[in-house]
């Protein structure tokens, strides 16, 4: 199967030249890059860091709320289908959809999510940074308070913050993101 962009750049080469590229062996993908599996990666760095301007802490309107939720979704639909896609690139996508639907007290799917966040980072097994960890407890501490479901949110906080970081810089952001709201209370 060839892409889009390769069939593009043929058309312009031979708009430019009189000769089209040479054709794409479809049977040896190897020995072509996987501008597809490149395209969702883009995609996918794009639109989690357009989530990200939308959780500055702000009042969300119910436009903003819907656009939150179509980033953070995106994000996840290109992260899996990007080059070299893991059950790691899965489990990211699904703590950002969690940490949405959390943020807009959503706390069915937010739990949701974060079951996902954790089978996710279950079936990487050595693929998942240790902050993987972190974060999976991290999503359903969240999600349950959001459900006021304190005491369970409170170990399952205990768990994220215990977790050991072996890099400090990624200690310091998850310190940053378990010191973030919403807590429901908690």
């Known amino acids: 199967r060839i892409g889009w962009v390769e069939i593009i750049d043929s ?3 031979l708009l430019e030249t009189g000769e089209p590229l040479p ?3 479809t049977e040896d993908r190897a020995a072509t890059p996987d501008v597809e599996g490149e395209w969702h990666r883009m995609q996918g760095v794009a639109a989690n860091n357009s989530t990200w301007e939308l959780l500055d802490g702000r009042q969300l309107s119910d436009d903003d709320a819907d656009d939150l939720l179509s980033r953070a979704y995106a994000a996840t639909y290109h992260w899996r289908r990007a080059e070299g896609a893991t059950a790691v690139n899965a489990a990211r996508g699904s ?3 969690s940490r949405c639907h959390a943020v807009l007290g959503h ?4 739990l949701h999510h974060a079951r ?20 999976a407890h991290e999503a ?9 479901r304190f005491d369970e949110a409170r170990a399952e906080r205990a768990l994220a913050d215990a977790a050991e970081i072996a890099d400090p810089e990624d200690r310091a952001i998850l310190e940053s993101d378990i010191k ?5 209370g908690l």
Not at 116 to 131: C, I, K, M, N, P
Not at 140 to 148: D, E, I, K, P, Q
Not at 180 to 184: A, I, K, N
């Open 11 to 13: 058309m312009k080469t």
């Open 23 to 25: 054709p794409v062996d």
């Open 95 to 97: 703590w950002l959809v």
């Open 107 to 110: 706390g069915e799917l937010a």
């Open 116 to 135: 996902r966040t954790s089978a996710h980072v279950q079936e990487a097994g050595d693929l998942a940074a240790d902050f993987d960890h972190a974060y």
């Open 140 to 148: 359903t501490a969240r999600a349950l308070a959001c459900l006021g």
């Open 180 to 184: 973030s709201e919403p807590w429901f």
